[in-house]
């Protein structure tokens, strides 16, 4: 936690006479050793910088799998009326610190979905951010589940609502009954341009939403991501609790990912006690229009114990045991992995590869380093075997690139990498530039 999160201001000196990195690019590399999770790595070096949602499911994810499909587990009630499930949303109230209410879903848009569909009715609307994952990559998914409209609100580069152009909207009366009812704000952290809200942005969205009668929901594909980045570390350097990111800043609902995390295909939407006041459907009336959405829209799983099975296993011991106190739950190793392996290749890339028309375009707070490159460099890297995405990550968090040489892309780090793979792609770049 104590790593810079600008990746410009990472100290780096020349690499030893055998090509290793040295002195502060060989500290971020030192660092990552403990945090390796070497079970599911390739028998070469991994190729794919694509997305994170690329990467296989952790270890302790499959053996749940497994160990709810044996003996007295195999057998279990349907449609969430498991003991998976009731344990799980027993282990998520203890995560949380307090009582939440949980609906499993097999993907994000589905999260997202039936979280905004139980906030805002037909006729109303919601605030969100340009670029936002639910206006931009779910096929209106959202706004068909609901039957309401998403409403793009002024929006930084960098994937967060610009905080002080939001207030007057949420300020603002609607004229009935001509336009939508604006019901929410929904806020992704971190952002699909990698970077975290900080927790007054949070506090202030949802003070503000409460004051004026809306509800507050995050989208939390990444939540692991954004609860280990140094960014968000205090200032005794221990960082932010799954609460203090979320009801206790204020947020109604969570859609809880980690499927980008680790698991197969697990995501859950989780509504806060907050949730009993903001809303189109508050408490219990919450919990059972949550369900019967769910189900309306084909994401009600039968066999949800494997769902909750994939979930237990990523959050691991419960963290009140003897063996959680020395080793830390899958969730939080991997994302404490992949966040490290992006602030290593962003140094890597900065360190080496700055004289061969590579740049860092943009500060790396979790798992994504954005970056432009020589449209040469990036056929040499797809030639070698590399898989990259041109088209993945915000536009506007790549930017214009500076040339018409040149182009933009977001490169993923996950879990189940280690430092050997960025150190291959850095020296791949390096090695098409002789």
Known sequence: RDLDTMSGTVETSSPSADGAPTDGVAALRTQLEPLAITSNHPAEVELNFAADHVAPALPEVMEAVVQWNLGGRGTQLSYSA????????????????????????????????????????????????????????????????????????????????????????????????????????????????????????????????????????????????????????????????????????????????????????????????????????????????????????????????????????????????????????????????????ARYLAARLEKDCSGLGVAVVQPVHINMVFVEMLKSTFDALVSAGYVLSLTAGSADAKGPPSTPDHLRLRLCTFWSMVAADVDALVETIVASAK
């Open 82 to 341: 498991d003991v998976a499930t009731i344990e799980l949303v027993a282990r998520l109230s203890a995560f949380f610190e307090t009582e939440v209410e949980v609906l499993l879903v097999p993907t994000g848009t589905a999260s997202n979905s039936v979280a905004l569909a139980t906030l805002i009715p037909p006729f109303g609307s919601v605030y969100c951010a340009v670029g936002a994952h639910i206006d931009t990559s779910e096929c209106g998914c959202p706004e068909m589940y609901s039957g309401g409209k998403l409403v793009k609100v002024p929006t930084r580069a960098d994937g967060r609502i610009i905080v002080d152009s939001l207030i007057p909207l949420l300020r603002k009366p609607y004229k009935f009954p001509h336009t939508s009812k604006a019901c929410a704000v929904s806020v992704t952290q971190p952002t699909e341009a990698g970077f975290c809200y900080s927790l007054d942005e949070i506090r202030t969205i949802c003070s503000e939403a409460h004051a004026n009668g809306y509800a507050v929901h995050m989208d939390g594909a990444r939540f692991a991501n954004a609860l280990e980045s140094p960014t968000l570390a205090s200032a005794d350097g221990t960082g932010l609790s799954p609460a203090d990111l979320t009801w206790k800043a204020g947020v109604d609902v969570l859609s809880l990912g980690s499927t980008k995390g680790g698991t197969i295909c697990a995501e859950a939407v989780v509504l806060f006690p907050t949730q009993s006041t903001h809303g189109q459907y508050t408490g219990a009336a919450a919990v059972e229009a949550a369900g019967y959405l769910r189900k309306r829209g084909g994401a009600c799983v039968e066999k949800s114990r494997f769902l909750a099975a994939q979930m237990l296993g990523y959050l691991g011991i419960p963290q009140d045991s003897t063996a959680a106190a020395s080793t830390p739950p899958p969730w939080q190793r991997a994302a404490r992995n992949a966040n490290a392996l």
